[in-house]
């Protein structure tokens, strides 16, 4: 079973991402800052990754800038990042850091938002 990582600080959305992923079978952990979500990552074994980029102390590209610096215990899959940070400059970095996707919260369903998912899963680690 594919185990997601879901980065979010607000409450609505990290609920209802939990429960989309969930209802498709996916194991699905939740980080609410960005200590947390760093301590996870560090820890590693998730398939995929949801990381928003703004978060109460430091945001989610510094979050990515500090997995570069050491390397998790388990090796994660591919990042997400999920945002309503629609500037060039930040999806440029994202992508940079290693994010498999950069994706606008206003632009994407929760529908196509799980299909991205399993496009991404089946695609890149065959699940």
């Known amino acids: 079973m594919a185990k997601i990582l879901v980065v979010e600080d ?6 209802l991402y939990k429960q989309i992923l969930e ?3 996916y194991s699905v952990d939740v980080a609410v ?3 947390q979500a760093l301590n ?3 820890k590693g074994g998730y398939s995929l990754v949801l990381l928003d980029i ?3 102390k430091m945001d989610g590209l510094t979050v990515l800038e500090k997995l570069h610096e050491q390397a998790p215990q388990q090796a994660n899959g591919p990042v997400f990042i999920l945002t309503c940070d629609d500037a060039e ?12 996707k950069y994706l606008i ?3 994407i369903t ?3 938002l799980v299909q991205e998912v399993k496009k991404t899963l089946e695609e890149k680690i065959g699940i």
Not at 10 to 15: N, P, Q, V
Not at 89 to 100: C, D, I, P, V
């Open 110 to 112: 929760p529908g196509q």
């Open 40 to 42: 996870m990552l560090l």
């Open 54 to 56: 703004k978060l109460p």
């Open 33 to 35: 800052d960005e200590v």
């Open 23 to 25: 209802a498709e079978k």
């Open 89 to 100: 400059t930040s999806r440029l970095q994202g992508m940079k850091l290693g994010a498999t």
């Open 105 to 107: 919260k206003s632009n």
């Open 10 to 15: 607000g409450i609505f959305l990290r609920d």
